[in-house]
């Protein structure tokens, strides 16, 4: 079902036309959670790609309460 509701939102921002162009990224960062949100380094280049990008999909977070995609998402 969520996988259903990016797919259409993804669909609907690429189908609508803004008069200039976005970058659009996605990535797998390979089980990103808390130990990897906690290492500063990494989560520093993490923050320096996603910044490279207007729209963002990040693929396996492996966070059941996702407090490492919160930290993310405060630094972003």
């Not at 939102?9 to 949100?37: E, P, Q, T, Y």
């Amino acid at each position: 079902e969520t996988m259903k509701i990016i797919t259409t939102i993804g669909l609907l921002l690429v189908s609508v036309h803004l008069g200039s162009s976005f970058l659009i990224g996605a990535f797998n960062i390979k089980s990103f959670g808390d130990s990897k949100a906690s290492n500063a380094t990494l989560l520093d280049i993490i923050t320096k790609v996603i910044h490279r990008y207007d729209i963002v999909l990040i693929q396996e977070v492996r966070d059941i309460v996702l407090t490492g995609c919160m930290l993310l998402y405060l630094i972003v």
